[in-house]
């Protein structure tokens, strides 16, 4: 067998994008970064870059992720809102033609995190945005207001796509809708949540009952808040579980 020869195999490089969703205004939203260079300048994309040749796949993750939100990514041995944003791997994307500079993978992360503060990049909030995941997944494409609407750069639409459809089926069976609200939460805060993942209405009543009776899923904090206006209504944390049986099955729209 003749020896490995680096030369004869074609360099590429590596990359990670971040799909980070939260929930604003009711809605989920995606941190979107308009290019400021090419390929695709001045289009709408995932907030992402090269991997440094010393770093992790993980470690490049998190860095670009406290780059792009000031967010560092949770210690999973601990609950997630003290640490900060749920990080996890998504998929591995390699269609050679994805980036016309050269061959590029990227490994995609999604990140998820309580309503965030407006975005900064490069210290020019411009180029950086919460956007409904809805109008970043239009037909027409997505662009601000006056802008020539076009689909997001590279194969990010299908990454936001994945991201999202990860997210919508993973509250369905663990506690990760609870990395979208703040360390002490209303059920109805909770139920906001899944209302702007899933995109449907949840009864009230019903929704209460199912995850104040899934074993480990919430914890009382003893206290209450007016902050939704009425009544005081009861705060919870997140439990232990990480399985939710019975699963939050996902209503048929």
Known sequence: ??????SAFPPFAVTVDLVVLTVRRDALCALAVRRGEAPFQ?????PGGFVRADEDLSLA????LVEETGLSAHDPSTPTQAQGAHLEQLATYGDPQRDPRMRVVSVAHLA???DLPAPRAGGDASNARWAPVEELLASGGYGREGEQAAPL???HAKILT???ERAKSKIEYSSLATAFCTPEFTVGELRRVYEAVWGVALDPRNFHRKVTGTPGF?????G????QGGRPAQLFRAGGATLLNPPMLRPEV
């Open 42 to 46: 001045g289009r709408w994309a995932l």
């Open 218 to 222: 919430l914890v009382p904090t003893g």
């Open 112 to 114: 998820l995190a309580p």
């Open 61 to 64: 993750a998190a860095r670009e």
């Open 224 to 227: 209450t808040t007016t902050r």
């Open 153 to 155: 750069a590279f194969d």
């Open 162 to 164: 994945d991201g999202v």
């Open 1 to 6: 067998m003749p020896p490995y020869d680096p």
